[in-house]
């Protein structure tokens, strides 16, 4: 009888799935040498995401163009949550500016402009890029016409077929929007009221 629960057990071992690895987007920008400031709040997001990228794990795209679902390969936190988090970050520290949020945040109100993200597409080819595509605006918070706006389509080539790849090259994407970003929205001193030795 001993012998059989031990054969019972082994076979369900082997049954068992494999253990899930979580992939997070993380800032990468660094800050200024001056001390960050206050400024204008500015609220990042709501991010956009294409249908069927709202899911926590990993899409692929094979190279016979099929998509492929990574069931074990999944964002550690809401893809479009964590790009607002980590583009926001970034921008913080390449402006100089501390009241920059990803949205919304707990307890405050709608700042005074929303930087908007739409991602067109984020296609995760596997074994070759990865390609990211988007469009921005900046917006008063409440109402009225779009103060900026821009729009980035890049891609990286990955070096592997491995899931750990295509995140690197998301993340890599993040980072040169976030430059961009940085850099059309340094422009704006003024509206943004930016501290002086800013981007």
Known sequence: MRIAWMMIAALLSACASPPATFHQIEPQLTASASALTLGKRI?????????????PQLLLETPG?????LEFQRWAA???K???????????RQLGLASIYAYPQPGMDGGDLRLLLDI???????????????????????????LAGGYFNESVPLSSDEPAAAVQGVQ?????????????????????????AGF
């Open 43 to 55: 609220m990042v997001g709501p991010v956009a995401l294409p249908a069927g990228l709202e899911r």
């Open 65 to 69: 163009g099929e998509l492929k679902l």
């Open 78 to 80: 809401p893809l479009d």
């Open 82 to 92: 964590a790009l607002a988090q980590t583009i926001a970050t970034n921008l913080s």
């Open 120 to 146: 067109r597409q984020l296609r995760l080819q596997q074994g070759r890029q990865v390609r990211l595509e988007a469009v921005w605006q900046l917006l008063p918070a409440r109402s009225g016409a779009a």
């Open 172 to 196: 890599q994407l993040v980072t040169q929007l976030s430059e961009v970003l940085a850099k059309d929205l340094s422009t704006k001193r003024q509206l943004l009221a930016l501290p002086v």
